[in-house]
């Protein structure tokens, strides 16, 4: 059992290292910012602090406990108290994914934003993706505060905004995070270009038709 678990984790630490570089490809991450994790049975591993997105050893790649101890490889990004908050009250999330993608990014710097759901459902893709996405008051980097307030939306969302800060998405594996991120981030870059010109959104009733049809929960 010992060898099957280790022969896993060490699948997941590749397939993070390959799947990050993609969001360092897109432009989703640049220089050492952002951070992922995933879920394992026995812990979780995460991307080490500093580190380029782009260019992540596996062997590096940080593994903690659930009660928070660094078990293996380089030390864990310093928000990882934010992944941790939303692995406890989001027990379907296995992967989170938390960048400053440019477009979401600027988004969060916005005034007068709906703090319950700060982008409306421009797209039904944006709706299939994220559903609803929460907006969290700003906290200087590194503040545990965070992970509280995190931890306060009683994972209703599967992902939120960080003020003048950026996104952080949650979903089932890290493939579906990424992918997450990226419709987040288009559908900000939409949510700009269309600022101050008359705009339809999806109404309630179609909203309602898609978390029907594809079986959201939000």
């Known amino acids: 059992m010992t060898a099957i678990i280790h022969t896993e984790e060490n699948r997941q630490r590749e397939s993070l290292a390959t799947l990050s570089k993609t969001l360092y490809e897109r432009g989703l991450a640049t ?31 940080s593994k903690l ?3 928070g101890e660094h078990l293996a490889g ?8 934010l992944h ?10 296995g992967a989170v994914v938390h960048t400053h993608s440019t477009y979401t990014a600027a988004v969060s ?15 039904p893709y944006f709706v ?20 509280d307030a995190v931890r306060a939306l009683n994972g209703k969302y599967s992902a939120v905004l960080l003020s003048n800060h950026g996104p952080v998405v949650s979903a089932k594996n890290l493939e579906s995070a990424i992918y997450a991120s990226e419709e987040l981030e288009e559908t900000s870059k939409i949510f700009l ?3 101050n010109a008359p705009t339809s959104c999806l109404h ?9 049809a594809f079986k959201l929960d939000f």
């Open 31 to 61: 220089g050492s910012s952002g951070n992922v994790s995933v879920r394992l049975e026995d812990g979780w591993l995460m991307t080490p602090t500093n580190s380029c997105l782009g260019t992540l050893d596996p062997a590096k790649i």
């Open 65 to 67: 406990s659930w009660s």
């Open 74 to 81: 380089d030390p864990p990004s310093k928000e990882a108290f």
């Open 84 to 93: 941790s908050a939303i692995y406890e009250t989001r027990p379907q999330a």
């Open 109 to 123: 710097c916005l005034s007068g934003l709906d703090p319950a759901n700060c982008l409306p459902p421009l797209t």
């Open 128 to 147: 299939m993706k994220i559903g609803r996405l929460a907006l969290i008051r700003y906290y200087r980097p590194g503040d545990k505060a965070l992970g």
């Open 193 to 195: 270009l269309l600022r």
């Open 204 to 212: 309630d009733a179609q909203v309602d038709e898609l978390k029907t």
